[in-house]
């Protein structure tokens, strides 16, 4: 009889639960949060396992990696999948988590989930921290701007070389406007060097790839652009056509399907019964006369 585990997964130790064909629970294990400690603890079970489920996280890539590495037949899982499926349990904790997982890994009711490749992964992560920089200089900035409008102090259109000479005047013969000014900027000043180190780092990935030339040649693309698309698709081969992208990534027309009716794409933004029923969800009055008819 085949053996299926279900793991949740969190950060000091994941819940392991192994059940067989029928449901029955077999063993259950609290083990820490690492590929060597859970191939070791599936190792000491002795008995083969023909479906480990792990739900797809932060840290499940990783240990998801090291597992299949270990050559255990492991899957990623859809978070929002698991999700739906325990949405009826009363009481939620980690160990019935692990028991829910098993429980999908035997009927097959899940939708495996490709782990990004160590290079993908690379790339995301630096496209996420240079993001980060960027946000936190646009804030800091715009906190600049606010603290010195409260003194009626108004910084004005500016260039990002400007901008800190112009703070800097305004501040002048205000001591605690200076100290603060000062700091900001320090700070600032900070995070746009780091930032253009690791935007330098990202378009020196844009030049050395093939894929990322490739699509910069199309128009309004650049190397920002080509690199989230490229570390986002990651293996072109999981797709079965061009066609099932643009699905992958959300981008799939409206359809409303009742009875006779059956619209798909752009016309169901502009069907009566579909703008009344929205109108009325949002709490506003529909401008279309014949509401009343509905």
């Known amino acids: 009889m085949d053996h299926y585990a279900g793991i949740d997964v969190s950060l000091e130790a994941s819940y392991v639960c192994v059940v067989d064909g029928q449901g029955k629970i077999l063993k259950e294990a609290k083990v820490a949060s690492e590929p060597e400690a859970l191939v070791a603890w599936f190792v000491d079970y002795g008995l083969p396992i023909a479906r480990i489920g792990v739900e797809a996280g932060p840290l499940s890539q990783w240990l998801y990696a090291g597992m299949k590495a270990a050559g255990l037949a492991v899957e ?15 009481v939620k904790t980690d160990r019935k988590d692990a028991r829910g997982i098993a429980q999908l890994m035997r009927l097959g009711w899940f939708k495996p989930v490709h782990c990004k490749s160590l290079p993908a992964q690379e790339v995301r992560a630096l496209l996420t921290a240079r993001k980060l920089l960027q946000t936190r200089r646009i804030d800091m900035e715009m906190s600049i701007r606010g603290i010195l409008r409260g003194f009626g102090l108004k910084v004005g259109v500016t260039t990002p070389r400007t901008f800190e000479r112009r703070a800097r005047e305004l501040a002048n013969g205000h001591g605690t406007l200076c100290l603060i000014a000062e700091a900001l900027l320090a700070a600032r000043a900070t995070l746009e060097r780091e930032f253009k180190v690791i935007e330098k780092r990202v378009y020196a990935l844009a030049r050395q790839d093939d894929r990322t030339k490739l699509l910069m040649t199309t128009p309004g693309v650049g190397a920002l652009v080509s690199l989230t698309f490229v570390s986002a698709i990651d293996d072109p081969s999981r797709f079965r056509s061009s066609r099932s992208v643009g699905a992958h990534f959300g981008l799939t027309q409206k359809k409303y399907q009742s009875g006779e009716t059956d619209i798909t794409g752009r016309d169901l933004e502009n069907w009566r019964p579909w703008r009344a029923h929205r109108a009325l969800r949002s709490g506003q009055r529909h401008p279309d006369t014949q509401l009343k008819k509905l």
């Open 76 to 90: 990623l899982l859809e978070t929002r999948h698991v999700h739906d499926a325990f949405k009826s349990m009363p």
